[in-house]
């Protein structure tokens, strides 16, 4: 693959994913922010749990994957 192509790619993927996981991260703060406003009226507190969970395994795991893209731009730089 050419160089400058595979460079494009990944700053491609990068800023998507970077999108992708402020999105992820801001959907977080959302479902914390509103159970703060529910307060103890909630009917399943479990529910907002699950959410939490779901909400930060997906910034981690998107975050491992802006980790790698990087690692594979500094391979690619240090040729």
């Known amino acids: 693959m050419d160089v400058e192509r595979a460079r494009t790619l990944l700053a491609a993927k990068r800023a998507e ?3 992708l996981l402020a999105e992820t991260e801001a959907a977080g703060r959302d479902d914390r922010g509103s159970e703060d ?18 909400d930060d ?4 795991s998107l975050s491992d994957r802006l980790a790698a893209l990087e690692r594979a731009e ?4 240090d040729g």
């Open 17 to 19: 994913v970077r999108k």
């Open 74 to 77: 500094k391979r690619l730089a």
């Open 37 to 54: 406003e529910k307060g103890t009226d909630i009917a399943d507190p479990a529910q907002s749990l699950t959410q939490q969970g779901i």
């Open 57 to 60: 395994a997906i910034a981690e």
